[in-house]
């Protein structure tokens, strides 16, 4: 089993429609983030949660929420899905701290809006 | 603010040729710097990592990487490629609080 899932793997809505991506994990890490990947940019932060009470937004958060549910589950949420929202979105998880730590990935989420 | 520039968006090598993929970086303190894969479907795998010490660093999949601080740059090497390397592979510089900024990203194609 993947230690970092992500589930849907692929979903495709409307405009203004409410979506909310998952990420789970198994790794006893503290800290998750969001990404998302959109060609020729790299990955971005969206949010990101060094514990269950510790949430940051990260460069482009706007447009998102995330709900950091338990150690090992992390959300993120559009309220009102716009087609510039369509991505390929990442969770990814960390141990310990400073930024030595490397980050695991899911296999990503691909999103479509119409 | 950490950024991190991969100057070229495709590459493509004959297979059983070396490799080397540019990273440049720009951090005010020492940078931890990281190479990541990516093939189709597929999240992000870790293939070598430099925090100090040695600056060249061995990762996994007969990867290499040198840090050159005078340069900024954290090349990524393999002195000979397979087919199963294609993929995009990304550079990237860790700063405070775990927060990583990747570079945009290169695509290498492998032509038999």
């Known amino acids: 089993d993947a230690d970092v899932t992500q589930t849907p793997r692929n979903r495709i809505t409307k405009t203004g429609k409410r979506i909310m991506l998952e990420c789970s994990q198994t790794?006893?890490?503290?800290?998750m983030y969001w990404y998302r990947q959109d060609p020729g940019l790299g990955l971005r932060l969206i949010y990101y949660?060094?514990?269950?009470?510790?949430?940051n937004k990260g460069e482009i958060s706007d447009g998102y929420s995330v709900s950091r549910q338990a150690q090992a589950k992390f959300s993120l949420s559009l309220e009102s899905a716009i087609p510039n929202q369509t991505a390929l979105y990442f969770c990814?998880?960390?141990?310990?701290?400073?930024?030595?730590?490397?980050?695991?990935f899911g296999d990503g989420t691909r999103l479509s809006i119409l | 603010a950490q950024s991190v520039t991969q100057p070229d968006i495709h590459i493509t090598v004959s297979e059983g040729a070396s490799l080397e993929l540019r990273c440049n970086y720009s951090?005010?303190?020492?940078?931890?710097l990281f190479w990541y894969v990516q093939s189709p479907g597929q999240g992000l795998q870790l293939l070598l990592k430099y925090f100090s010490g040695d600056t060249l660093v061995q990762g996994i999949k007969g990867f290499e990487a040198e840090f050159k601080r005078s340069q900024s740059s954290f090349n990524l090497r393999k002195p000979s490629v397979h087919w199963s390397d294609a993929a995009e592979y990304f550079c990237a510089v860790g700063g405070a609080g775990n927060k990583l900024v990747f570079g945009a990203g290169t695509i290498l194609r492998v032509k038999s």
């Open positions: 790794k006893g890490h503290d800290r």
């Open positions: 951090y005010g303190a020492t940078p931890y």
């Open positions: 990814a998880t960390s141990a310990g701290t400073g930024g030595r730590q490397p980050q695991h």
């Open positions: 949660s060094f514990d269950v009470k510790d949430i």
